[in-house]
Each structure stands twice: as structure tokens, then as C-alpha cells.
């Protein structure tokens, strides 16, 4: 079945760095559109990146542009999400989404930014 399965979460310190890992199964991954999301309680979810399906196309938001960085590899199946000089307002549950007939999205990764 479709699956997505994020992983490398945890806790680091303002300014720090973390790399967000996305193992996807059950579709053509190099077909389709990739992307995160982030979500903290009581707020909608957000999206922070999106990569085209060969990989040459991005996107973020302001709030994580030039600090964000998403990439994949299609022989792999795998996105990954690149964050440096993190704050603490970036502390959320991180997703792995992708539009396969429908959305479908990982468990999610708690990602938490504090000192």
C-alpha cells in the first residue's frame, strides 16, 4: 500500500541544524510532487517545501526560505528535508506528504527547537 515513513526528528538548540528523512513505498515516486508540512497544536497544518518530480523545481515559504532545503532521490525513494539555523518557532510535528489519488501523509516527526 501507500506508505510514507519520515524519520530524524528530535531536539536541538536554536541555531542548530536537523535532517529530515522521507522513505516512501507502495507508488511512482519519481512521478509525483513531494513535500513537507508542519504542524503545531491548535494551528493548521503548513506546507514548508515542495519539490517537482525529477527533483528541478522548489518552493517554500518565506518563514523558511534560505534556511530549508528539500531534495530527494528518486533510486531511492527518499525526500529529505534540510533545516539550518532553526528557531524556536520552527518546533512543530513535521509531515512527508504527497498527492497519490488523494493526500497522503506520514506519521509525522516531532521536531523541537529550544535551549
Known amino acids: 500500500q501507500v506508505q510514507l515513513v519520515e524519520s530524524g526528528g528530535g531536539l536541538v538548540q536554536p541555531g542548530g541544524s536537523l535532517r529530515l528523512s522521507c522513505a516512501a513505498s507502495g507508488f511512482t515516486f519519481s512521478l509525483y510532487f513531494m513535500s513537507w508540512y508542519r504542524q503545531t497544536p491548535g494551528k493548521e497544518r503548513e506546507v514548508v517545501a515542495v519539490i517537482s518530480p525529477a527533483g528541478g523545481t522548489t518552493n517554500y515559504p518565506d518563514s523558511v526560505k534560505g534556511r530549508f532545503t528539500i531534495s530527494r532521490d528518486n533510486a531511492k525513494n527518499t525526500v529529505h528535508l534540510e533545516m539550518n539555523s532553526l528557531k524556536p518557532e520552527d518546533t512543530a510535528v513535521y509531515y512527508c506528504?504527497?498527492?497519490?489519488?488523494?493526500?497522503?501523509w506520514g506519521q509525522g516527526t516531532q521536531v523541537t527547537v529550544s535551549s
Open positions: 506528504s504527497a498527492f497519490v489519488r488523494s493526500q497522503i
